[in-house]
């Protein structure tokens, strides 16, 4: 299950940008929505941030829970039948 980090219901502010104009072309012929595309895009790069930020927060946990498993299995090793 995905949470939103961020207010999805938060009011639209104007901002200005610059685009490559060839860019900005093609996406008007092809009725792209730039403002949507953006925030969509702004999500992705967002999420991936913050997992990147989250893994190298717990690397040290994560390590010590691989060795852990690693050295002495895990609590279903003999529970599992495949």
């Not at 502010?13 to 009725?31: F, G, H, Y």
């Not at 967002?46 to 895990?74: P, Q, V």
């Amino acid at each position: 299950m995905q949470t939103n980090f961020f207010d999805s219901n938060a009011p639209k502010k104007s901002t200005n940008l610059s685009i490559n104009s060839d860019l900005l072309r093609q996406a008007k012929e092809r009725r792209i929505n730039i403002s949507q595309a953006l925030e969509q895009r702004l999500v992705e790069l967002l999420r991936e941030e913050k997992s990147l930020r989250w893994k190298e927060e717990n690397r040290e946990a994560i390590e010590d829970y691989n060795r852990r498993t690693e050295a002495h299995g895990t609590f279903s090793d003999g529970l599992r039948r495949f």
